[in-house]
């Protein structure tokens, strides 16, 4: 499976950036996909995450009530809705893709086989 992510950039405080994760090689039925960011000087943590078959959402709590994670089935992408910014939430966001999809580990980042490049959210004034 590989991964592109898309939708990074500037925004200001309080803005909204939609990021979206293409995925090819495989149909993502039966996977599960996770949003996963690292801001500078900190470890990778997790943002939010989907169960493909269901639709099943986790989020944590930093971003629960501002984010929204959705998937396209025709189009094979899952995307990333971000409202209200915050300065805290800059960083790099990864999108991520588990084949196992267990929903013990799916807030987890070593759950997850493949990894796109990543792509910067800035949210600056």
């Known amino acids: 499976v590989q991964l592109v992510e898309s939708g990074g950039g500037l925004v200001q405080p309080g803005g909204s950036l939609r990021l979206s994760c293409a995925a090819s090689?495989?149909?993502?039925?039966?996977?599960?996909l996770g949003w996963f960011r690292q801001a500078p000087g900190k470890e990778r943590e997790f943002v939010a995450a989907?169960?493909?078959?269901?639709?099943?959402?986790f989020y944590a709590d930093s971003v629960k009530g501002r984010f929204t994670i959705a998937r396209d089935n025709a189009r094979n992408t899952v995307y990333l809705q971000m409202d209200s910014l915050k300065f805290e939430d800059t960083a790099v966001y990864y999108c991520?893709?588990?084949?196992?999809?267990?929903?013990?580990?799916?807030?987890?980042?070593?759950?997850?086989?493949?990894w796109g490049q990543g792509t910067q959210v800035t949210v600056s004034s």
């Open positions: 989907i169960r493909w078959s269901g639709g099943h959402t």
């Open positions: 991520a893709a588990d084949p196992r999809n267990i929903l013990s580990v799916v807030r987890k980042s070593e759950a997850y086989d493949y």
């Open positions: 090689g495989d149909t993502l039925r039966g996977y599960a």
